[in-house]
């Protein structure tokens, strides 16, 4: 054991550059590891427990990687915040309980062309944000809208009315 903290250095903040060096190939090999063990999403989709997620490993490992956090401890519990998240990604589809804590529930911003401006507030919405979002999906008014939804992934959907 002593070898060993010779290398990674004492868990305080005075180690030598080569030590925060070898930290530095440690953190990096098992962050990758950890992203490897967590299920992929592609950057565009992230949902609030991925960034929670890379912001809280990011944050941690990279304490540990100067030596403002211990080495082991940190890798312990960084391991266990990926089981976590590994645990309520797989039960979200399973559980209403759990997707409703993690991912919340849509919010339907219109209805048959009439703006819910509650529903706005809630999300945060200005009427511009619903007439650019018009104009996104190739629309020119609400009276061409069946509904909009704040989706639970942060996007928001659009059905146009039939022109049936």
């Not at 519990?77 to 976590?84: P, Q, S, Y």
């Amino acid at each position: 054991m002593e070898t060993f903290h010779y290398l990674i250095g004492q868990d305080t903040p005075h180690i030598a550059w080569w030590q925060m060096s070898l930290r530095a190939v440690v953190i990096f090999l098992y962050a990758i590891l950890l992203y490897r063990i967590a299920p992929r999403r592609s950057f565009s989709n992230l949902s609030a427990q991925d960034i929670v997620l890379t912001v809280i490993l990011g944050s941690s490992l990279s304490r540990s990687l100067t030596g403002n956090a211990p080495l082991l401890p940190t890798l312990a519990a960084t391991g266990l915040l990926v089981v976590l998240y590994v645990a309520v990604t797989a039960l979200a589809p399973q559980s209403k309980v759990v997707s409703y804590l993690v991912k919340g529930r849509p919010i339907t911003l219109v209805s048959k062309g009439v703006v819910d401006r509650q529903a706005l507030r809630r999300a945060h919405f200005g009427e511009n944000d619903i007439t650019e979002l018009l104009r996104l999906h190739g629309l020119q008014d609400l009276s061409e809208v069946e509904e909009a939804h704040l989706e639970r992934n942060g996007k928001v959907s659009v059905i146009p009315k039939n022109s049936g």
